[in-house]
């Protein structure tokens, strides 16, 4: 009966403190399972992430304004997988690094995130311009104005988030109103950081979408009609391909996404909620499998870069899009 209720006692993560969080019972066999895993996964987002920002960064053919948001996007993946997932905070559930530490890691963690949907906002819109005004789109979206957006999108994130962290931080729970005051800032930031992002994405691609579709059935009768395609056609369906791509990115995003911001905001086990979170953690795995299966230069990019082809003279001149 003493081993019974030495086993079920329940422990704290610092043992001196009664009023600290409660830590979480596991077999070391589930331990062990848990760090393999996420630590394959860890590296298998770092891996997949590096090899699209090498692949853009050094093939000149891809320095288009597209390629360089899916970059940024890569970029806030790759760190995801670098600094996010090792912190290993959702297999611990208890923090032993301090209090800094901590407000360090919360600062990543959003920056990070908020970072990722501003950048797929930024995609949406390229996207929009090119299939919905592709007369337009040489004027209105430049590699300048792109890589400007970028670095402003990053400044705004991090800007942002580092004044959420402090700011709820400092709140003393002691203090009825500011509980209130952390809640409001809680419900301010989803539908900032989280909510009007995504309707804006949605409507986008919505209107994508729409106007995919009409070019797609006018497309199909000039062919059925025997007419020759123009330059400027071909070109448009390469654009709604491209839309439609990166609109399976953005949806997987939002499949991963939703789910924990939703129960975040509910009564429900922290079991579920640590499980959702490493679904959303997952989302920066995908991105490159989804380019590896929609993009055929994105294939032939990564035969280039494990082969070592582009450490051969000239290799960033190639142009990646030949058939051989």
Not at 51 to 80: E, G, R
Not at 82 to 88: D, K, S, W, Y
Not at 150 to 162: E, G, P, R, V
Request: aromatic share 14%; net charge positive.
């Amino acid at each position: 009966m003493a081993y019974e209720t030495e086993d079920h006692e329940t422990q704290y993560c610092f043992p001196a403190t009664n009023s600290s969080c409660i830590k979480e019972k596991r077999s070391n066999h589930e331990y062990n399972i848990m760090y393999v895993f996420f630590s394959f996964l860890s590296a298998w987002t770092v891996f997949l992430n590096l090899l699209v920002i090498i692949s853009i960064s050094h093939f000149k053919k891809l320095h288009t304004p597209t390629n360089l948001l899916i970059l940024s996007l890569a970029v806030a993946d790759l760190f995801i997988g670098f600094i996010v997932m090792p912190a290993t905070r959702l297999i611990e559930m208890c923090w032993y690094f301090g209090g800094t530490f901590c407000a360090l890691y919360l600062i990543f963690l959003t920056v990070l995130f908020s970072a990722s949907l501003s950048n797929l906002s930024l995609i949406a819109f390229d996207r929009f311009v090119a299939v919905c005004h592709p007369l337009l789109y040489p004027q209105k979206i430049t590699t300048t104005k792109t890589l400007i957006s970028i670095c402003l999108c990053w400044f705004c994130s991090s800007t942002y988030n580092t004044a959420f962290v402090i700011n709820t931080r400092n709140l003393d729970a002691s203090n009825r109103k500011d509980v209130m005051a952390g809640f409001v800032w809680r419900v301010t930031d989803l539908f900032v950081a989280f909510i009007f992002p995504c309707i804006l994405i949605i409507t986008l691609y919505l209107r994508i979408f729409y106007v995919v579709h009409h070019q797609v059935k006018v497309i199909n009768l000039l062919m059925n009609g025997g007419t020759c395609l123009k330059e400027g056609s071909v070109r448009r369906k390469s654009e709604s391909k491209a839309a439609l791509t990166l609109g399976i990115i953005v949806a997987v995003y939002l499949l991963c996404y939703i789910p924990y911001y939703i129960c975040s905001i509910s009564v429900i086990s922290s079991t579920i909620k640590n499980i959702l979170a490493w679904v959303m953690y997952t989302n920066s795995g995908l991105n490159p499998l989804i380019y590896a299966l929609f993009y055929p230069w994105f294939r032939k990019t990564v035969k280039h870069i494990l082969t070592l082809k582009i450490f051969q003279p000239a290799s960033s001149l190639v142009n990646i899009f030949t058939e051989h």
